[in-house]
């Protein structure tokens, strides 16, 4: 009988139940708000679904990402299942395959038509430069400011390359969740500030159709792009490079199969590794401290004057090329492949149903994404990694 006992007490007391802190319990309900938005209101849920879900995970049992040992005997312990998806994001090996998915992805034909929206994508950096000088005043040290302020650009990938690469690891949970987060909130936090910094009759403005782009310009385009950004910044190869490739295997017209897998098979199975990883660093004593809120709050600082830095570049131009350019444009800018440019679709069709600026939109957008990657790699520059 008290053999029994004696086992029933140890099931017992194997449960998460007696492990838990309060801390856990607070993940979790973070972790299970996350779910909701993505499940119940579609709130980038490609993403949001295996971050919250590896957040779950790590609450309830945090050995899923413990690190691997060997104990006094000699004997080698295996880590936890989420600490191998892990060192793919630290060694920057998902961000990068991540980028040639979204270049396979992307028609890049708007920014080629309309070179001047390269100047949006770069306005729309201000952010991570703001964002880079405030956490220099807030006591972080270069690197792990220039970590920080990538999540302006709207750029999960980005934000966790670049956090490798300057050994940033340490912070790689909070940074991720809060851009990928700040990615899926897009139609939430951007609306507000377009609204504020535009007038109605700007936000009407119909943009002229672009015109058509040649097959030659399309697949010329990655190459000259890889040339010359790699030579002005080669740490920016991993990214820039990886995302023209994909770009290229999509405008060749010669690798369909490539194409298909990098935009379909290998992307999607890249974002369950990426994302539930990501969310597995999110254990409590991890996330809620003072450091994580400081990182949230200056990624929603860098974020939202990223929108703005776009939007008023946006007025400068609509006012130079006398209402030609809509301004709503330039919140584009930012790096959320294509969700930023949706909402800059939104919110112009919410003034008048009859305006489309999507595939305007999509110029910065792409810019953006180009521009997120060289303000990574000029960080990396400056600190000589």
Same mark, same amino acid.
């Given at each position: 009988?008290?053999?029994?006992?004696?086992?029933?007490?140890?099931l017992?007391?194997?449960?998460a139940f007696?492990?838990?802190?309060?801390?856990?319990?607070i993940?979790?309900?973070v972790?299970l708000?996350?779910?909701?938005l993505?499940?119940?209101h579609?709130?980038?849920p490609?993403l949001?679904v295996?971050?919250a879900?590896?957040?779950?995970l790590?609450?309830?049992?945090?050995d899923?990402i413990?690190?691997?040992?060997t104990d006094?005997a000699?004997i080698?312990?295996a880590?936890?299942?989420?600490?191998?998806?892990?060192q793919l994001?630290?060694?920057s090996i998902?961000?990068?395959?991540?980028?040639?998915g979204?270049?396979?992805?992307t028609?890049?034909?708007p920014?080629?038509?309309?070179?001047i929206?390269?100047?949006?994508?770069?306005?729309?950096?201000?952010?991570?430069?703001?964002?880079?000088?405030?956490?220099?005043?807030?006591?972080?040290n270069g690197k792990?400011?220039?970590?920080?302020s990538?999540?302006g650009?709207?750029d999960g990938p980005?934000s966790?390359?670049l956090?490798g690469?300057?050994?940033?690891?340490?912070l790689?949970?909070p940074?991720?969740?809060?851009?990928?987060?700040?990615m899926?909130?897009?139609?939430i936090?951007?609306p507000?500030?377009m609204k504020?910094l535009?007038t109605?009759?700007?936000r009407?403005i119909?943009?002229?159709?672009l015109r058509?782009v040649?097959?030659?310009?399309?697949?010329?385009?990655p190459i000259?792009i890889?040339?010359?950004?790699?030579?002005?910044?080669p740490?920016?190869? @991993?990214?820039?490079?990886m !995302? =023209?490739?994909?770009n290229?295997?999509?405008e060749? &017209? $010669?690798?369909?199969?490539?194409t298909?897998?990098?935009?379909?098979?290998?992307?999607?199975i890249?974002v369950?590794?990426?994302?539930?990883?990501?969310g597995a660093t999110?254990?409590a004593?991890?996330?809620?401290?003072?450091?994580t809120i400081?990182i949230?709050?200056?990624?929603?600082?860098a974020?939202?004057?990223?929108?703005?830095?776009?939007i008023?570049?946006?007025?400068?131009?609509c006012?130079?090329t006398?209402g030609?350019?809509?301004p709503?444009?330039?919140?584009?800018?930012v790096s959320?492949?294509?969700?930023?440019?949706?909402v800059?679709?939104?919110?112009?069709?919410?003034e008048? @149903?009859?305006?489309?600026? !999507? =595939?305007?939109?999509?110029g910065p957008?792409?810019a &953006? $994404?180009i521009g997120?990657?060289v303000?990574?790699?000029?960080f990396?520059?400056?600190f000589?990694?």
């Amino acid at each position: 009988m008290a053999n029994i006992l004696g086992i029933l007490s140890n099931l017992v007391h194997q449960t998460a139940f007696f492990n838990l802190t309060v801390g856990n319990y607070i993940m979790i309900v973070v972790a299970l708000v996350f779910l909701y938005l993505a499940i119940k209101h579609g709130f980038e849920p490609l993403l949001l679904v295996p971050i919250a879900f590896g957040m779950l995970l790590v609450n309830i049992y945090p050995d899923i990402i413990a690190k691997g040992y060997t104990d006094a005997a000699g004997i080698e312990h295996a880590g936890g299942l989420l600490r191998y998806f892990y060192q793919l994001d630290e060694w920057s090996i998902l961000p990068s395959l991540i980028f040639m998915g979204v270049g396979a992805m992307t028609d890049f034909g708007p920014l080629i038509a309309n070179p001047i929206s390269f100047l949006l994508g770069a306005a729309a950096q201000v952010g991570i430069y703001s964002a880079y000088f405030l956490a220099i005043l807030l006591g972080f040290n270069g690197k792990s400011a220039a970590a920080i302020s990538i999540i302006g650009g709207a750029d999960g990938p980005t934000s966790i390359f670049l956090c490798g690469k300057l050994g940033q690891t340490s912070l790689m949970g909070p940074i991720a969740v809060a851009a990928y987060s700040y990615m899926s909130l897009v139609p939430i936090i951007q609306p507000p500030v377009m609204k504020l910094l535009t007038t109605k009759e700007e936000r009407r403005i119909k943009m002229e159709q672009l015109r058509p782009v040649s097959k030659l310009e399309k697949i010329l385009f990655p190459i000259v792009i890889t040339i010359v950004v790699c030579l002005l910044l080669p740490t920016t190869a @991993p990214l820039v490079g990886m !995302l =023209m490739l994909g770009n290229l295997f999509r405008e060749s &017209g $010669v690798v369909k199969q490539l194409t298909e897998t990098a935009s379909n098979a290998l992307m999607y199975i890249v974002v369950i590794l990426l994302g539930t990883s990501v969310g597995a660093t999110t254990s409590a004593e991890a996330f809620l401290n003072i450091t994580t809120i400081k990182i949230v709050v200056l990624g929603l600082v860098a974020f939202i004057v990223g929108t703005a830095g776009g939007i008023l570049l946006g007025k400068v131009m609509c006012k130079l090329t006398n209402g030609r350019i809509n301004p709503l444009i330039g919140s584009a800018g930012v790096s959320a492949v294509p969700m930023a440019a949706r909402v800059s679709q939104k919110v112009g069709s919410e003034e008048d @149903p009859t305006n489309f600026l !999507l =595939m305007h939109a999509m110029g910065p957008n792409v810019a &953006g $994404v180009i521009g997120t990657a060289v303000a990574a790699g000029t960080f990396m520059a400056i600190f000589g990694v």
